[in-house]
RNA sequence: GCCAGCGUAGCUCAGUGGUAGAGCAGUCGAUUCGUAAUCGACAGGUCAAGAGUUCGAGUCUCUUCGCUGGCUCCA
């Protein structure tokens, strides 16, 4: 097993760093649970035990404790199956009954080496170590290379789950072997265990494909092709009201807006760099006559274009072009999937043409903007990661070394300037510029970006863009990148998991049913949709043949926020009885008070403060 | 792309190598009802696609496409 530290924190440099950086690592809070931490890492050993009892072959690589359990990799001559899960829980749990005791040792590296002969993997983890030593742990018969710590006997390792079998590269590196993993979830009591089993399933019946087909928000087709979503009918209802909700803070905050093509030449993106260090995100080039012409991964090259369509004079700085670019990505076929990973995507993207001395106040400006966007959305659970180069990959980025320290210093003084809080993570950048990149947790944990930020010196120098200064001279201007509310594809997934399907009024694509209690009032009933409409509400009649019941059922399963049922009473008083989505029951109001509540509704959750 | 699993009606799922099934949704009819499912009838299928094994394939094999969980990679 692999020292504690490769698993929880960053190398120390002391002993090699294992497994994937984006692999689901400890929280902070759960490394400073060491009690659970040791339990996780103990099962694992005992996992690893109970695969090599059934599978005498099996090579073992490394199995840390993570965020809600563990994980241990192995090299198997046959793939396991669900029931050999089955098979290894119950030889775990004969191990957990007969309370072994965990004892520690160490032994010297030339010792380890011959006990761990036949465990390739574990060989080369012994090279990695730069002690003489190396530490084991062993319980009944198994020994394992690990640091610990562990619980004292295996009957004190908490209640736990084998939850998946998957696929993982021996030390995250897609050259390398590829290995089969197993995973547990496991806490301290089987209450906690079964809270967070039961976490994972009410993440399921909120997962926005899922939600996307019940509520038919979107659906997919095989003849279309993987990551080329449709949007349905309400699907694209509650796109249009997020597209003109961004455009709308975007006008306000100075932006023109603009439109341009797909698709350009190749030799755009040659000259952009993108044909360098993109292309194999980028779908192949079509051949036409005497050309060559690809549908475009990015949308800067265009806008590029319309700002050198004329000359600038420094007093019109800023220039801020804003577009919702629908732009095209060859994502590998293991990765799309639903509308959080597309192929075809359309970024709430703008570029911002601003002299060297405005980009700290634009890019305040630009993080301004998306805590206005966020707060009005709802979203509160993200954090800030400095996306910068990999110093040891230079071939990966466009440009010179002094372009990209002014770039990431920039970008750094202007986080530190406001303040928030940032992690940098090296090798994540642009391949023309470095990213303040806004990290957002899925539903399982996944982190995705959504919003990012993008300081480029590289493509005003290829585009060869400049702007007239006070002194007469041209000089060259600074593009900052940036996507506010990411992809809709992207934004949409997220809001619907978020809300759970059940979005705010000013979002939801049926705003209000109107629920006739018996035919005799299907006339009045449409007398108000018709009313309500004309308020540009988003109001749907439900005639149907059916018992009311039944009409409020399918409304409160479509999460439609009200439901207006009229009968005899209602259409006396000129009133729609109103029960909310939470079941709340309004009671009869008049209906000019009901478009009073609605359009308040509105206006309320519209305005950030 | 890689590893594994899966693909049967719009959806959720049954289906020992021997005639293709249910519930919900849909259509039609009846019911006219006061806050989460009224009753009945009907219709619905190249069993993802293609090839192979077999007297016979939804079922076994291979290929392709798609989906799911991971890994790698990214908005």
Partial sequence: MEPRESASRPSNGRLLRFGSRKAPLMTEQAQQDERLYAMRHSTAHIMAEAVLELVPGAKLAIGPPIEHGFYYDFELPESLTKEDLAKIDRRMRRTIKRNYAFEHSEISKEEARKMFADQAYKLELIDGIEDDKVSLYTHNKFVDLCEGPHVERTGKVGAFKLTNIAGAYWRGDENNTMLQRIYGALFETQ????????????????????????????????????????????????????????????REAGYQHVYSPHLGKRELYERSGHWDHFKDDM????????????????????????????????????????????????????????????????????????????????????????????????????????????PDDKEKYAGNDEMWDVAEDTLRGAMDDIGLPYTEVAGEAAFYGPKLDIQFAGLMGREETYSTVQIDFHLPRQFDLS????????????????????????????????????????????????????????DYARRVVDDLRAEDLRVELDDRGERMQAKIRDAQMQKVPYMLVVGDKEEEANAVAVRQRSGDDLGALPLFQVIDRLKDEITTAMSSD
């Fill in 191 to 250: 209450e906690e265990l079964d809270a967070h089993l039961e976490r994972v399933e009410d993440a399921r019946r909120r997962d926005h494909r899922r939600l996307g087909r019940e509520l038919e928000l979107f659906t997919t087709h095989e003849d279309i092709g993987a990551g080329l979503p449709l949007w349905l009918p309400k699907g694209a209802t509650v796109r249009r009201k997020l597209e003109e909700f961004i455009t709308g803070l975007e």
């Fill in 283 to 390: 779908f192949p080039p079509m051949e036409l006559e005497h050309e060559q012409m690809v549908l475009r991964p990015m949308n800067c090259p265009h806008h590029i274009l319309i700002y050198a369509s004329k000359l600038h004079s420094y007093r019109e700085l800023p220039i801020r072009l804003a577009e919702l670019g629908t732009m095209y990505r060859w994502e590998r076929s293991g990765v799309v999937g639903g509308l959080s990973r597309v192929r075809a995507m359309t970024l709430n993207d703008a570029h911002i043409f601003c002299a060297p001395e405005q980009v700290k106040e634009e890019f305040s400006g630009v993080m301004q903007l998306v805590e206005r966007a966020y707060d009005i959305l709802g979203i509160t659970e993200y954090s800030y990661q400095l996306s910068l180069r990999d």
């Fill in 467 to 522: 702007y007239i200064g006070e002194d007469g001279a041209e000089h060259r201007p600074v593009i900052i990148h940036r996507g506010v509310i990411s992809t809709m594809e992207r934004m949409m997934a997220y809001l619907i998991e978020l809300y759970g399907g059940a979005f705010p009024l000013w979002l939801a694509p049926v705003q209000a049913v109107v629920i006739p209690i018996a035919d005799r009032h299907n």
